[in-house]
């Protein structure tokens, strides 16, 4: 089944240059020229994928990507002429899939394109529709995080940081691996990337970040998730 990109970018050369790879490699495509127009046609379209550039008129690619992640859980590739590791960073923890700076190469941006399409269709094949940990439990298809019983707010990259950990209890996870996992095999940051966002999520879902009964350092080597007896529900 043909597979639908949407690509919100306002300059009409760089349009026409990613419309012809993607068509070229076989994608249906659709063009939306503002950020207003991105949301609509993400909402009426349903694209398998989005190319988002972050300086978009009307509205911006950031708030863009926001809604869309508030919304669903569309793969999202940035596209921008912002190189600096903060500015990618943001990109990532609001919910972007992957992020590629300007000037840039078609063919990388297509083949970039497939990794997060079957990367996507992996782990939607994989997952099973809940999990239940302890006290905390995740809904893979309404993208949800239940802590105790109430519903914790995670980011798209704390949900599926969590979201390896949990399927594996008791496997250590490298700090390498989880950014493949999570952040994707071309993601360029370091590994302290991983350590932020443990520790945001352990503020979210553990009583005592200080003393987790679910997200636990192996110094050393890695993290693990694993249930202590007395957090079961």
């Known amino acids: 089944m043909t597979q639908t990109i949407l690509v919100a970018e306002d300059d009409p050369k760089t349009v026409a240059l990613i419309q012809m790879y993607l068509q070229r490699d076989r994608y249906r495509v659709l063009v939306a020229r503002d950020g207003r127009q991105a949301i609509d046609l993400a909402r009426s379209g349903r694209p398998d994928l989005v190319v988002l550039d972050l300086m978009l008129p009307k509205v911006d690619g950031l708030d863009v990507c926001r809604v869309l992640r508030a919304e669903t859980p569309i793969p999202i590739i940035m596209l921008t002429a912002r190189a600096g590791e903060d500015d990618k960073l943001l990109g990532l923890d609001i919910g972007a899939d992957d992020y590629i ?50 519903p914790v707010y995670l980011t798209p990259k ?76």
């Open 101 to 150: 700076v300007k000037p840039f190469s078609p063919r990388e941006l297509v083949a970039r394109v497939r990794v997060v399409l079957r990367r996507t269709a992996q782990e939607l094949a994989e997952q099973p529709e809940e999990l239940q940990a302890g006290e905390i439990r995740l809904d893979f298809g309404r993208h949800e995080v239940q802590v105790r019983g109430r």
């Open 158 to 233: 704390e949900f599926r940081l969590l979201a390896v950990l949990a399927r594996a209890p008791g496997r250590v996870f490298t700090r390498s691996q989880l950014l493949d996992k999570v952040f994707g095999i071309t993601y360029e940051g370091g590994e302290r990337t991983v350590d932020v966002h443990l520790m945001n999520l352990r503020r979210k879902v553990e009583r005592r970040p200080d003393r987790p009964e679910y997200l636990h350092t192996v110094y050393g080597v890695g993290y693990k998730f694993e249930v202590a007896h007395d957090a079961a529900p």
